[in-house]
Antibody
Framework: QVQLVQSGAEVKKPGASVKVSCNTS????????VTWVRQAPGQGLEWMGCINSYNNNTDYAQKFQGRVTMTTDTSTSTAYMELRSLRSDDTAVYYCARGITIFGVVRRFDPWGQGTLVTVSS | QSALTQPPSASGSPGQSVTISCTGTSSDVGGYNYVSWYQQHPGKAPKLMIY???KRPSGVPDRFSGSKSGNTASLTVSGLQAEDEADYYCSSYAGSNNYVFGTGTKVTVL
């Protein structure tokens, strides 16, 4: 079955960077996009961006432009999300999800990884 | 891109129905039939319940249904069961390879 398994929790200081990995299995990695979504404590879901695993094209939410980089490693079917210049309000659970794409539009996010808690604290 | 608007909470007794709204604009919900709904239990990852407004993934009970009118999409849960108590989020394509989520609704089974 399709699975996305994320890396473990991280604690970072303000100003640092974090890189979260998302190891996928059970489907052809290059056939779908990988989407990243975050959820601050007690808050809702926030779309951060997507990467096309086939050609590495990325689309980032305007809020994260210049501070986020999404990459993939097709040899290991793994996606990565790096967020720089961390602030306390970046404390959140970060999720990856498979973006099932038809005619260039992600129709749904399914399934999701288990989430990675990133805590930003001095 | 502003979050889609959902009511903070909704509730119903077992066996009853509850409907959650998701209001956007003509640039997202109203402009595309790419609305999906996700269920999230506390401490768990979201789970896809409805996609492309009305379609249900295999394994999702037919008690869950979706619809859309204009700039507002809706999720209806019929025959409420205890395990339906969770947070629900809508999501929509917003053009130019951008996506937006709703503010979330906590469903309580009384």
């Amino acid at each position: 079955q399709v699975q996305l398994v994320q890396s473990g929790a991280e604690v970072k200081k303000p100003g640092a960077s974090v890189k979260v990995s998302c190891n996928t299995s059970g489907y052809t990695f290059t056939s779908s996009r990988v989407t990243w979504v975050r959820q601050a404590p007690g808050q809702g879901l926030e779309w951060m961006g997507c990467i096309n695993s086939y050609n590495n094209n990325t689309d980032y939410a305007q809020k994260f432009q210049g501070r986020v980089t999404m990459t993939t490693d097709t040899s290991t079917s793994t996606a990565y999300m790096e967020l720089r210049s961390l602030r306390s309000d970046d404390t959140a659970v970060y999720y990856c999800a498979r973006g099932i794409t038809i005619f260039g539009v992600v129709r749904r996010f399914d399934p999701w990884g288990q989430g990675t808690l990133v805590t930003v604290s001095s | 891109q502003s979050a889609l608007t959902q009511p903070p909470s909704a509730s119903g007794s077992p066996g009853q129905s509850v409907t959650i709204s998701c209001t956007g604009t003509s640039s997202d919900v109203g402009g595309y039939n790419y609305v999906s709904w996700y269920q999230q239990h506390p401490g768990k990852a979201p789970k896809l319940m409805i996609y492309e407004v009305t379609k249900r993934p295999s394994g999702v009970p037919d008690r869950f249904s979706g619809s859309k009118s204009g700039n507002t999409a809706s999720l209806t849960v019929s025959g409420l069961q205890a395990e339906d108590e969770a947070d629900y989020y809508c999501s929509s394509y917003a053009g130019s390879n951008n996506y937006v989520f709703g503010t979330g609704t906590k469903v309580t089974v009384l």
